[in-house]
């Protein structure tokens, strides 16, 4: 999944993706609608008050820069003007197209900890539909004990770290029961919390609680999207590198990798539920849509609480 989405030369992410949105292979909350934009500046205004030194904010992974546009159009010129805004982006693609969108309003990074190097650890930090990007491990559970899924499809005894993923220490599933961990996010995490020092951030992603989320779900959510059209199974694997692969996020995990780290949970709800006071329309919080299948949560660095 990783080379499928990210190898240099011929990766999805890296070389082939045309866009995000109606003409890409898929479309995100961010590229529906600018609302999600909307209720992303009022976050930024009410944490801005709690935290008045932070003078930086980045999004993570930011398609095809609607998102940051969206942001930052609803913003009030003067509380623009207060902010330094960043975007961390490893696709050469997408880049180029949010430099278009965008111009030289932003700075861009290939790292997030590029980005908190230039803010000096402070930062306020955002990502919609980055975390399900990450290559994600396929495990089964067989014969009372979980293998890894390889490709060509065969299993195998895993290697992995049972302590950091909920689903290898669950055993109470039917045989053949599938299930994605994310060693790349945890990974990810621990190696650039360390820099940053204040600040408040929000995640937003499809996905659930460990074991919701495999509720009526024996294959996992491992899926692949070309033109539109979810491809399942033999699929997913039919055309690397021509199109997405992605896979729900176990909150339960990144809730509990952030813990770890040292990093302060303040909320974590369904997304309807941070959309609805900040006034999005409809279409976007309906019941089966990203309202309910999307998740949200806050997260602050404490050194820099006010
Ligand atoms: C599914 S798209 C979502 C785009 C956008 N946030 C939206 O909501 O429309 C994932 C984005 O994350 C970027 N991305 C993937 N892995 C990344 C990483 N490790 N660091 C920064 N960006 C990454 C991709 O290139 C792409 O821009």
Redesign the pocket.
């Known amino acids: 999944m990783a080379r499928a ?2 190898d240099p030369e011929r990766g999805y ?1 890296t070389r082939n ?1 045309r866009t ?2 109606a003409r890409g292979d ?6 529906l609608s600018p609302s ?1 934009g909307a209720a992303i500046a009022f976050w930024l205004k009410a944490e801005s008050r709690a935290h008045p030194s932070i003078r930086h904010i980045i ?6 820069g ?2 940051m546009q969206n942001v930052r159009q609803a913003m009030s010129w003067w509380k623009r003007r207060q902010f330094t805004f960043h975007i ?4 050469p693609v ?1 880049r180029e197209q949010q430099q278009k969108r965008l111009g030289s309003k932003v700075h861009w990074h290939d ?2 900890e590029s980005a908190l190097a230039h803010a000096q650890g402070d930062a306020f930090i955002y ?4 975390l ?3 290559p994600a491990t396929l495990v089964q559970w067989q014969n009372g004990q979980w293998h890894e899924v390889w490709v060509p499809e065969s299993l195998h005894s895993h290697q992995l770290d049972v302590s950091s993923f909920s689903a290898l220490r669950h055993t109470a599933f039917k045989d053949g029961q599938r299930c994605e961990l994310h060693p790349s996010i945890r990974d ?1 995490l621990r190696n650039w919390a360390p820099q940053w020092k204040g600040g408040a951030m929000l995640s ?1 992603d499809y996905g659930d609680e460990f074991p919701q989320l495999y509720h009526r779900r024996s294959q996992g959510t491992l899926r692949a999207y070309l033109l539109h059209q979810r491809l399942t199974g033999a699929d997913i694997y039919a055309n690397p590198g021509r199109q ?1 692969i ?1 896979a729900d996020i176990n909150f339960t995990d990144y809730r509990a990798w952030l813990r770890e780290l040292g990093i302060t949970e303040v909320s974590y709800h369904p997304l309807a539920d941070f959309l609805r006071p900040r006034a999005a329309p409809a279409q976007l919080l309906d019941a089966d849509g990203a309202g309910t299948a999307f998740k949200c949560c806050v997260h602050r660095r404490q050194a820099c609480a006010s």
Do not use: P
């Open positions: 989405l990210f992410y993706i995000v949105g898929f479309s995100t909350s961010a590229t999600l999004e993570i992974g930011a398609g095809d609607s998102l961390v982006e490893t696709s997408l790292t997030i990502h919609n539909e980055l399900d990007a990450f990810w937003i997405d992605t």
